[in-house]
């Protein structure tokens, strides 16, 4: 695949700002990093295949500084998180890689698949107790947004996934 290695550039104009503090007032304001630099969600997003292709080829290290990167630049990305948590769980960082799950679960807590995969982080380490709490944590979200659809479905799905968290403690 060819890209244009222009998109990927940070602009003089925007160098210079970031020489004159203006990226320190831009931050105050709220703006992401990405939006300071100029990225487009279309760049971000092609940082982001290219993070997940590094990740599929485990290359664990690698994958987790593409993350770094991608949650530096825009930290209100939950796939982002779940990007960086998967790298450092895939390289055996697991307690890192939960606080990386958490913070995408702060973002985005109405899908099963950050719990789960933040539950399973804690079953490889035997920590039976906090995987239960995530589903748990997944319970009372969707019974704190009981008029999205998808609370239900996720209520459902946390009490099934506590089920195996369960199965998985016996089996010691």
Same mark, same amino acid.
């Given at each position: 695949?060819?890209? +244009? ?10 160098? +210079? ?36 292709? =590094? ?25 982002? $998180? ?12 697991? +307690? ?15 899908? =099963? ?5 933040? %539950? ?12 239960? +709490? ?25 009490? %099934?996934?506590? %089920?195996?968290? $369960? ?6």
């Amino acid at each position: 695949m060819t890209y +244009n290695l222009e998109q990927f550039v940070i602009s003089e104009e925007v160098l +210079n700002r970031l020489g004159n503090d203006g990226a320190a007032l831009e931050m105050l304001e709220g703006k992401s990093l990405q939006q300071i630099f100029g990225f487009s969600n279309e760049t971000a997003l092609l940082f982001y295949e290219v993070a997940k292709n =590094i990740l599929e080829q485990k290359r664990f290290r690698d994958a987790i500084n593409a993350f770094v990167f991608l949650t530096t630049i825009n930290p209100y990305v939950p796939s982002f $998180w779940m990007g960086l948590g998967m790298a450092q769980q895939l390289n055996q960082e697991h +307690n890192v890689a939960l606080d990386s799950y958490n913070i995408a679960l702060t973002l985005e807590g109405r899908q =099963i698949f950050p719990y789960i995969v933040a %539950a399973q982080c804690c079953i490889e380490i035997k920590d039976f107790d906090k995987a239960t +709490n995530l589903m748990e944590v997944a319970e009372q979200y969707a019974a704190k947004h009981p008029d999205d659809e998808a609370s239900a479905k996720l209520a459902d799905n946390a009490k %099934a996934a506590k %089920a195996y968290v $369960w199965e998985q403690k016996m089996k010691g």
